[in-house]
């Protein structure tokens, strides 16, 4: 009896939309980049976000589906100290990972939520709720357009083995 390989089933693969070389805008044409690859066996997505020349700002994140749990985690930490733990999924069309943290002794809920899905270019939203997810605050959207060239399918040479 075969097995099937880990991390084929067609939930893990909800995430590879994100793979690639993206160039990022927001604001008043404030630009960054973004460089998003499958590792350790197609099982994790790593991302290498650089928010230069807008800001120096830099981060990165590891995510995986847990079909155990039947959702998607994230890790994200950057330069300013911040780390998030994310947990959510792919569900119409859009991906959303939600967190909960304290601010000003106050629990508030952070998410991102990935949408306007196409092969070349996506919206990623950062978003805040004060009142346990009811209404939802925009922080900051960033518009994805994939590097010329390039491909949906980076496959990382480090960490595949």
């Keep these: 009896m075969e097995s099937q390989p880990p991390c084929s089933s067609p939930e893990a693969r909800q995430f590879d939309f994100w793979l690639g070389e993206w160039e990022v805008t927001w604001g008043e044409g404030q630009r960054g980049s973004n460089h998003v690859q499958s590792i350790l066996d197609g099982c994790v997505i790593l991302e290498n976000f650089d928010g230069n020349p807008a800001m120096p700002f830099w981060g990165m994140s590891l995510s995986m589906y847990r079909p155990q749990e039947g959702q998607w985690r994230q890790t994200w930490v950057d330069n300013s100290g911040n780390y998030w733990d994310f947990i959510g999924g792919f569900a119409d069309g859009r991906m959303t990972l939600a967190t909960q943290e304290t601010q000003d002794g106050k629990p508030v809920w952070l998410r991102m939520v990935f949408y306007n899905i196409a092969a070349d270019e996506l919206d990623w939203n950062w978003e805040k709720s004060e009142d346990g997810g009811q209404t939802w605050t925009l922080l900051w959207h960033l518009h ?12 990382g040479s480090l960490l595949t083995h």
């Excluded at 357009?145 to 390039?150: D, I, L, S, V």
Aim: charged content about 60%.
């Design 144 to 155: 994805y357009t994939r590097r010329k060239g390039e491909r949906g399918d980076t496959k």
